[in-house]
């Protein structure tokens, strides 16, 4: 299959910002003049971004909003009903909402999710519950959005496609045959291609994170997660509900729909294979017994996807022209539903940065001190979770019961633990 270029039918050959195109929308935190901010921005202003999953689209949209150029690279074809192929949902905190607010696209988003309004936490169905609920948040909050990845993919493509911003060149392959200290160049599709900046969004096996960067952790879990659709009896009501099994979290996530949910199982993985070829019956009979009877009986309805699960960090972010978002960059433990969310909060701070300083050596490295912290923060809470539940001990069951009654009962802890799971970090 030939490569297709589906361009900004307006982008000049420099890939300049043009003064004809509407008023870029400002966004974010910058405090400058307007003018003389974008001025960097018509001398020849070329990103590349790599890879169009969630996190790619997401940062050609964001630049788009502030009226910045880009062009993404993709080596699967973005026409091909495989490509949509994620039965995982991702679970968007308010902080997010929030960011697809400010980008004008968080309507669209609303229409194809579904709120959650209550988590209730469980210990290997232990008495002790946490029970987090929106009616202890503002008035119209709630604790997060549960979206479909496959409906996510279609909608931002759409936005991408669309957007006069943006230019796609998919079914390619790409080298980057030099970075220095101006410029990065590849080879794309046998022919050379440059760019002042390369952001790489090509997820968590990332060729140009593995040749340029060196990991700071990179702790394989001996986890997989099985993820897959189920109907149920009784309707959802927006209830989210994780029980830590000694083996991993078993999570039920509410769908839009009051009758789907999705369910994230977390096995070790010397027991993968044998669960995924169990005859129907018995899988289904397992999955039930996990769920418990609350929503009545369920059905499988979906095909069943496997990930093998890891932590994994970079020690920078940047390298001369090139910059790492997202899972690119750092790889979480699904238990907390965090990873795209910590994605997004990379994703703008990069594009408030390079508007504000430019693509150059400071923005990215204030980029690095702004999101390098925090990202590490939640792989340490993600990771210490997943130690501290996924085992049978007895001695840190009863810590986890005396935890979960300090967490249920202490409120101003209950609220941190809130704030923090919604992406607010102030
Ligand atoms: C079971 C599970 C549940 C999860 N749940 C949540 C959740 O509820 N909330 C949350 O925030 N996060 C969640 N996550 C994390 C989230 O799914 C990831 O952070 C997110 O999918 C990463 O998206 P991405 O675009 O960076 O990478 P990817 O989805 O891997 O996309 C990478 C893109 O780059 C392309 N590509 C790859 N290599 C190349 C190349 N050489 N050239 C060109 N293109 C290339 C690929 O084809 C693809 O289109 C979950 C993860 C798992 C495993």
Redesign the pocket.
Known sequence: MLPKIIPNLRLNETNEFQDDLAQPILIGEHKGDKKNSLSHLKTGFGITV???????MITALSFAARGINSTI????NIESPSFFNDI????LTDSSKVFFEKLGIWEKIASISGPINDIYVADNKAPEMVHFASNELQVGQVMGYLVENKNFKKLLLTEVLTNKHITIIDN???DVKENNNNKCILTLNGSVHECDLLVV????NS?TRQKYFSCETNKPYTQY?L?FIVQHEKPHEGSAVEHFMPTGPFAILPLKDQNFSSV?WTIKSDMKDAVLNLPKDEFLHMVQQNFGLFLGDITIKSEIAS?PLRAYSTNKYYNKRIVLV???AHVIH?LA?????Q?IKDIESLASNILEFGANTHSLETYQNMRKNDNNAMLEITDTLNTLFSNNSRILHTVRQFGFKAAEKVSPFKKLLIKYAMGRRK
């Open positions: 790599i890879g169009c999953g969630l996190s790619g690279i993709e080596r699967q995982r949902t991702t679970a390619s392959s790409y969004c090509d997820g968590s060729q997660a993820t994230v990930f997202a899972d690119s699904p539903g965090q990873g795209l969310n994605g």
